[in-house]
Structures are given as C-alpha cells and as structure tokens.
C-alpha cells in the first residue's frame, strides 16, 4: 500500500508525522529491489529488499 505525501510530494509506503516538530517523514519500498530468499540462499547474507528513508530509521524488519 502506499500513502500520499503532504504537498503532493507523491507517495511514499509508510508516512509518519512527529509529534514534536509536526513534520511528516517517510519510508518507501524501492519496488525493483525486491528478491526472494530460497533455501539455497540459507545460512547466508542476502539482499532482499532496499529502502528510501526520509527522517525514519528502521530498526527492526520482520518479512511475513
């Protein structure tokens, strides 16, 4: 799912205002990064996904 930017900026997959300073931050799903993990891929590191963070870190990602 996506969600609109303030201003028309375009959208982005989570947008987040902060309560101290009200300005919206967001975190998009690049969609051409996206890769499956297959069980030959097991017991090492792969990349599977990429983010465009803007003001939010991820510090936890659980792929379910």
Same mark, same amino acid.
């Given at each position: #799912? ?6 028309? !900026? ?12 009200? !300005?919206?931050?967001? &975190?998009? &799903? ?10 030959? #891929? ?5 990349? &599977?996904?990429?983010?465009?963070? !803007?003001?939010?870190?991820?510090? #936890?990602?659980?792929?379910?």
């Amino acid at each position: #799912d996506s969600a609109p930017l303030k201003g028309g !900026r375009g959208s982005a997959t989570m947008v987040q205002k902060c309560k101290l300073c009200s !300005r919206e931050n967001s &975190i998009d &799903i690049l969609s051409q990064s996206i890769k499956p993990y297959n069980a030959e #891929d097991s017991e090492k590191f792969k990349t &599977i996904v990429e983010f465009e963070c !803007r003001g939010l870190e991820p510090v #936890d990602f659980q792929p379910q």
